[in-house]
């Protein structure tokens, strides 16, 4: 078995390329398999670099101490008291920017000219593209896969931002995959009792009394929207599966979870599946049912200080846009989940289009109040597109290790492109 490939077993034909191809060593010696040493039938169907805490199918999974710092990548637990730290560091990074979108978007009901909410919105929007474009395997080189995290880290606040693996896997409570399933299943619920919490605790104080209700409501949608794309991926994902070359199927996210077994089939059913129903679809009808109800004084300031992160920034005719956007991002996101049977190069050009449609609808329709925020999702449009057109010159063995650089060059610049224009 050559370096960067993998088989189900010493005597399969079918050679599988790893996801991650360092994390697979190979053969490094021919095997003795006249031996009953089982050691030596691992050997010839593939070793994972151990050392580096992969092992399992396809070398994908991360053993006790290590934890996935990205898509196919393990990395050393860090040690607790660390990742605590910056568990509190980037707690306090998403509550000033929450803070930040929540009084905008309450002065947005006073004062119209404040737009601050709509351009943190849009920034949001960007870093969750962004993000969405890494999840796609493309062969990133090591720089892209790092710009990639560094975005991850700021654009979802629901997903891995620091080694949460780690504390799943001391808890003994069985696949981490599951415990994360249950976690964002739940998430909507830990999402609407938090800031119940914060502001029932705040309006207790006479002087901030006034407006916490608003406040709360306003809050609330924030989180949801923030957070919902990542709640459908992730429940997408228990669904994902692929076949390595014998009778049974597994996991995209964890190949050592066998799929369509009694205990796959119980999370799928009972976890995945309503929670898509509920919060996949509950979410965009329950905003699409608000801002229909209140579509005829959408200025009215106490409509806008509730529910004006939905609207605020478009045009009347545009009031729904938040909804579009929010299903193009579900769009791109079930392609890297259900196409993985596709050739790679074929989920790229699909997401391809997908953005194309959206840039085109968003230059015909040019949903927001005034051009300069129009050109700014256009823009972020832009950023995903050459993000993606470069993901497909890394597929090719062709390209040179100086065509790699440049071609990160390209997505940098037309990142910083972006920033500059944002800000």
């Known amino acids: 078995t050559s370096k960067g ?33 089982s050691a030596e039938f691992a050997l010839a169907m593939g070793l994972c670099d151990e050392d580096q805490g992969y092992y399992g199918n396809l070398c994908h999974s991360c053993k006790d101490g290590f934890s996935r710092t990205n898509q196919n990548f393990c990395s050393a637990c860090p040690d607790p008291t660390v990742n605590i730290l910056r568990l509190i560091g980037i707690f306090l990074l998403l509550v000033i920017f929450l803070s930040l979108l929540v009084r905008s978007t309450m002065m947005s009901a006073k004062k ?3 737009m601050l909410s709509v351009y943190l919105k849009i920034f949001a929007n960007y870093l969750q593209l962004v993000t969405l474009m890494s999840t796609f395997d493309l062969d990133w080189p090591v720089e892209a896969q790092i710009m990639f995290e560094q975005q991850g880290a700021m654009g979802s606040m629901t997903e891995q931002v620091f080694s949460v693996d780690c ?26 009792f938090l800031p119940a919490l914060f502001w029932g605790i705040v309006g207790l104080i006479p002087k901030y009394r006034k407006g916490t209700k608003d406040r709360y409501t306003t809050t609330v ?25 014998g009778k049974s199927t597994y996991l995209t996210s964890d190949y050592e979870i066998e799929c369509w077994t009694e205990t796959h089939r119980a999370w799928a059913f009972f976890v995945a599946l309503p929670a898509l129903l509920v919060w996949g679809l509950g979410i965009p009808t329950m905003a699409w049912l608000l801002m229909m109800r209140h579509k005829n004084n959408l200025d009215d300031p106490r409509v806008k200080a509730k529910y004006g992160f939905l609207f605020n920034g478009y045009k009347a005719a545009a009031y729904f ?12 996101a079930s392609v890297s989940v259900f196409l993985l049977e596709l050739d790679r190069s074929i989920q790229a050009l699909i997401v391809y289009g997908v953005i194309m449609v959206a840039m ?56 910083l492109y972006f920033l500059i224009y944002w800000l």
């Open 360 to 415: 085109y609808l968003q230059g015909q329709a040019q949903p927001f109040v005034n051009r300069p925020l129009n050109e700014m999702e256009y823009r972020s449009l832009i950023v995903a597109l050459i993000t993606i057109y470069c993901g497909l010159f890394f597929l090719s063995k062709d390209v040179s290790r100086a065509s790699q650089i440049i071609l990160f060059c390209v997505m940098v610049f037309a990142n």
């Open 5 to 37: 490939y993998w088989r189900t077993s010493w005597d399969s034909e079918t050679f599988l390329a790893c996801p991650n191809a360092d994390a697979c060593l190979g053969t490094p010696r021919a095997p003795n398999l006249d031996s009953d040493d």
């Open 321 to 332: 846009w938040e909804l579009i956007i929010l299903y193009r991002k579900i769009a791109i």
């Open 221 to 245: 949608i924030i989180l949801m929207f923030l957070a919902h794309p990542n709640i459908v991926k992730t429940m997408f994902s228990c669904f994902a599966c692929k076949n390595l070359g």
């Open 112 to 114: 119209d000219a404040s």
């Open 167 to 192: 504390f799943l896997n001391s808890s003994g409570n069985g696949p981490v995959f599951f415990q994360k399933l249950l976690i964002m299943a739940l998430m909507p619920i830990i999402l609407i």
